[in-house]
């Protein structure tokens, strides 16, 4: 039925994408890019003509510095355009359907482009990852990495979260501070207080397991306290697959540091809780023998001396 919405490059965010995207420019038009984001958001159906002529512009086409300026064009409506954009762009239809197609090894294309579109995937993953109708993109990211795709390394701009200024203004250079679009340097450094922000709530988790076990006794603890510490870790382990996670991907050497660091004492925490466990429910049903105080003691020793 596509083609009874007639040719995509007719509409006016069509006609700019086209123009943005034409293979004889020397570098990218950051005005029309701009311009496109702006007709997006600001019209009913930019949005939706907007995917149209992205989809025409990089299906198929062999034309890879055409294939570049669109997909620098997408990112750049990402990273400024609204939620009604981002549900077109990041479910399975055009993730799958336009996106992995460009680097299917039929395709074969430059590596550049191949990295290029895997790191798209892989940062969308990470952005839309909490919204429910955005997910389309987190499934192929998993699906690809289960098929041992190997993803380029990431740097800290492509792990923020998607800013969306309410407008970006024509004429405006992303580049440049005069605008609504964030510059990249603070960009970056506001990505490191995000990620570094998310490292204190999991220190603070830890800690708050620490002091529990520290002073809860196995088979002898209040039925809330030990809910609350089973909630903790579960609460735990999710952010250590995270934590994993961007340790293979992060450039950054100091978040680096910071990741492998906050992985340890999670390591060394949950070491702590299954032994709390262990004696928790093999030892509390014998808690009339001698055996059992014995092993609590030493159980106990060993929780105080923080292992």
Known sequence: MEFL??????????QCLEKATDGGLQAEDWT????????????EEGPKDAIRALKKRLSGNRNYREV??????LETCVKNC????????????FIDGVLVKIISPKTNPPTIVQDKVLALIQAWADAFRSSP??????????????KGIEFPMADL???????????????????????????????HKSNIARLRSELDIVRGNTKVMSEM????????????????????NRTCRAMQQRVVELISR??????????????????NIFLRYERYERYRSGRAAQNNGVSYLTDLYIYEQLNRSGY
């Open 5 to 14: 919405l007639g040719n995509p490059y007719s509409t006016p965010v069509g």
């Open 32 to 43: 029309l890019n701009m311009e496109i984001c702006d007709i997006i958001n600001e019209t």
């Open 68 to 73: 570049m300026l669109g997909l620098t064009v």
């Open 82 to 93: 609204g939620h009604r954009f981002h549900v077109l762009v990041a479910n399975r239809d």
């Open 133 to 146: 109708d955005l997910t389309g993109v987190v499934h192929i990211y998993e699906e690809l990495k289960r």
């Open 157 to 187: 701009d492509t792990l923020s979260p998607i800013h969306t200024p309410q407008r970006v203004r024509p004429n405006t250079h992303p580049h440049t501070t005069g605008g609504e679009t964030q510059h990249p340097s603070t960009h």
């Open 213 to 232: 076990l520290t002073e809860m006794v196995p088979g002898q603890e209040d039925s809330s306290d030990l809910e609350l510490l089973q909630e903790l």
């Open 250 to 267: 992060v450039s950054n050497e100091e978040v680096t540091e910071e990741l492998l660091h906050v992985n340890d004492d999670l390591n």
